[in-house]
Nanobody
Framework: QVQLVESGGGLVQPGGSLRLSCAASGFTLGNYAIGWFRQAPGKEREGVSCISNTALRTYYRDSVKGRFTISRDNAKNTVYLQMNSLKPEDTGVYYC????????????????????WGKGTLVTVSS
């Protein structure tokens, strides 16, 4: 059974940090690009960061550049999103997704090639 399971969300004060994890099972993670997406209340889901299957290429949306870092450990079937200097506008449900046959830019911008989604983990940035 294919699964993507996110963890690491929670409540954090502005300026704080969180590390999200996305654990994959039921498929070979190393064959897929992985992306992190988020959805704030009342807003559309948006791509935050994506990483190629070999980790040689990464993509970040402008609003998180310099604050978030995506990484992956294919041996552990896990992808991470380190989030620093968090802002209230980073609040939302964070989902990870796996995609094949696409560029990471298209994956993050248009969900192109996404085969699997996780169920999400809630991140709340508030004082």
């Amino acid at each position: 059974q294919v699964q993507l399971v996110e963890s690491g969300g929670g409540l954090v004060q502005p300026g704080g940090s969180l590390r999200l994890s996305c654990a994959a099972s039921g498929f070979t993670l190393g064959n897929y690009a992985i992306g992190w997406f988020r959805q704030a209340p009342g807003k559309e889901r948006e791509g935050v960061s994506c990483i190629s299957n070999t980790a040689l290429r990464t993509y970040y949306r402008d609003s998180v550049k310099g604050r978030f870092t995506i990484s992956r450990d294919n041996a552990k079937n896990t992808v991470y999103l380190q989030m620093n200097s968090l802002k209230p506008e980073d609040t939302g449900v964070y989902y990870c997704a796996a995609a094949a046959g696409t560029t990471i830019q298209a994956m993050c911008a248009y969900y192109k090639g996404v085969n699997y989604w996780g169920k999400g983990t809630l991140v709340t940035v508030s004082s």
